[in-house]
C-alpha cells in the first residue's frame, strides 16, 4: 500500500520535542510556543530546489540536513540562538528508502542544534525543501547589516572556498585530480553539511558593528554590509583565509556556499575578539576596513583587481 500524507509525518517526521517550549508542535493546525521572556524573535526562511541547490545525485540525508545548516546560518548572522523549525517538504513520489534517510539528515542536524521540528507541510511536486527557523536575541545585543562605520576592520570566520570548490569539483571532477579520497570527502562534508557559527554569532553580537553569513560569496555579501551602512570598504585577496586546496584565493571572492560570517569590528575591540576566537577555537581574520564612500576596492599584491562576478544570483 502507498504511503499517504498523513502517514509519511506520522513515520518520519514526529518525534518527541526536545525543548519544553513547545506547548503544542506537529499534530495540529499550528504549532503553539512559548517565547523565550524579554527576549525578541528571529525569523528566516530558505528553500532548497533539486536541479539548483543540489543535485538529483545528492543524497538525502545531505539534502536534509543541509536545508537545516543553511537556516542555522542566518540565525548565527544575527547573534541569535535558534529554536523551534517548520519544514515544508516537496516530492515527486513518496519512496520510503528516501524519506527515511532525509529525515535522518534532518534530525541529525535539529538535535545537533537543540531546534524542535514543530510543524510543516507535505505535498506532490517538484523536489523542494523550505524551511522556516525561528530563534530568539537578547534585545539590546543582535546584529544587523547596517551598523558598519567607517575604520571598522572586516573579519571573516573560518576559510573560504571550500563549497565553490566542492562544487566545482562535483561539476568536473577530472579538473581536479590533485584532490584525493580524503580531501574529497572533507569537501563535500563541507558543501553538504557546513557548520552554522552560531556560537561566534553570539558572543560577537556584543562587539561587531555589523554582520552577515556567506553563502552567495563573500564579495555580494559583503557588498549587502556596504548598502546597508551606506559606507565603502577595500579588501585584500592576499588576506583572504582558504582552503589550501583552491588553486587561487581570488576565487574565494565570489564562490559560495561557505557559511563563514562577515563582521565589522571597532579596533578598540581587538582584544575582546581575540578572546572569542580563542574561546571558540575559530580563526578570525582581518580582510580588509570600511571606508568612507559607496565603493568596494579589492587589491591583490597592493593593486586594484578589476571584479568580472560578484556571486551567486538566484535571477
Known amino acids: 500500500?502507498?504511503?499517504?500524507?498523513?502517514?509519511?509525518?506520522?513515520?518520519?517526521?514526529?518525534?518527541?520535542?526536545?525543548?519544553?517550549?513547545?506547548?503544542?508542535?506537529?499534530?495540529?493546525?499550528?504549532?503553539?510556543?512559548?517565547?523565550?521572556?524579554?527576549?525578541?524573535?528571529?525569523?528566516?526562511?530558505?528553500?532548497?530546489?533539486?536541479?539548483?541547490?543540489?543535485?538529483?545525485?545528492?543524497?538525502?540525508?545531505?539534502?536534509?540536513?543541509?536545508?537545516?545548516?543553511?537556516?542555522?546560518?542566518?540565525?548565527?548572522?544575527?547573534?541569535?540562538?535558534?529554536?523551534?523549525?517548520?519544514?515544508?517538504?516537496?516530492?515527486?513520489?513518496?519512496?520510503?528508502?528516501?524519506?527515511?534517510?532525509?529525515?535522518?539528515?534532518?534530525?541529525?542536524?535539529?538535535?545537533?542544534?537543540?531546534?524542535?521540528?514543530?510543524?510543516?507541510?507535505?505535498?506532490?511536486?517538484?523536489?523542494?525543501?523550505?524551511?522556516?527557523?525561528?530563534?530568539?536575541?537578547?534585545?539590546?545585543?543582535?546584529?544587523?547589516?547596517?551598523?558598519?562605520?567607517?575604520?571598522?576592520?572586516?573579519?571573516?570566520?573560518?576559510?573560504?572556498?571550500?563549497?565553490?570548490?566542492?562544487?566545482?569539483?562535483?561539476?568536473?571532477?577530472?579538473?581536479?585530480?590533485?584532490?584525493?579520497?580524503?580531501?574529497?570527502?572533507?569537501?563535500?562534508k563541507h558543501l553538504w553539511q557546513p557548520t552554522p557559527r552560531l556560537a561566534e554569532g553570539k558572543l560577537l553580537s556584543d562587539i561587531a558593528t555589523a554582520a552577515i553569513d556567506i553563502s552567495d560569496g563573500l564579495i555580494a555579501d559583503l557588498q549587502h554590509i556596504l548598502e546597508a551602512s551606506e559606507v565603502g570598504g577595500v579588501i585584500d585577496v592576499n588576506a583572504l583565509p582558504v582552503t589550501k586546496l583552491l588553486p587561487e584565493k581570488a576565487s574565494a571572492l565570489t564562490s559560495g556556499d561557505d557559511y563563514e560570517l562577515c563582521f565589522t569590528i571597532a579596533q578598540k575591540d581587538l582584544d575582546s575578539l581575540a578572546e572569542i576566537s580563542r574561546k571558540t577555537a575559530c580563526l578570525m581574520t582581518c580582510i580588509g576596513r570600511i571606508e568612507e564612500g559607496r565603493e568596494l576596492r579589492v587589491l591583490e599584491n597592493g593593486e586594484s583587481l578589476p571584479l568580472t562576478g560578484t556571486g551567486y544570483r538566484h535571477f
Open 1 to 188: 500500500m502507498p504511503l499517504n500524507e498523513f502517514d509519511i509525518i506520522a513515520t518520519y517526521f514526529k518525534r518527541p520535542h526536545l525543548r519544553d517550549d513547545v506547548a503544542i508542535g506537529s499534530g495540529d493546525d499550528c504549532a503553539v510556543l512559548c517565547p523565550p521572556p524579554g527576549k525578541r524573535l528571529l525569523v528566516t526562511v530558505d528553500t532548497l530546489n533539486e536541479g539548483v541547490h543540489f543535485f538529483p545525485t545528492t543524497s538525502p540525508f545531505d539534502i536534509g540536513y543541509k536545508s537545516i545548516a543553511v537556516s542555522l546560518s542566518d540565525i548565527a548572522a544575527m547573534g541569535g540562538e535558534p529554536l523551534w523549525a517548520a519544514v515544508a517538504l516537496t516530492i515527486p513520489l513518496p519512496h520510503a528508502d528516501w524519506l527515511e534517510d532525509f529525515s535522518k539528515g534532518l534530525y541529525a542536524c535539529l538535535d545537533r542544534y537543540q531546534v524542535a521540528l514543530v510543524g510543516g507541510n507535505l505535498t506532490r511536486g517538484p523536489l523542494a525543501v523550505s524551511t522556516q527557523l525561528l530563534g530568539a536575541c537578547d534585545p539590546k545585543h543582535y546584529l544587523t547589516r547596517h551598523g558598519a562605520r567607517p575604520g571598522d576592520l572586516i573579519y571573516v570566520t573560518g576559510t573560504l572556498g571550500e563549497g565553490g570548490l566542492a562544487l566545482a569539483f562535483l561539476q568536473n571532477p577530472e579538473r581536479f585530480k590533485n584532490i584525493n579520497a580524503g580531501q574529497q570527502e572533507q569537501l563535500l
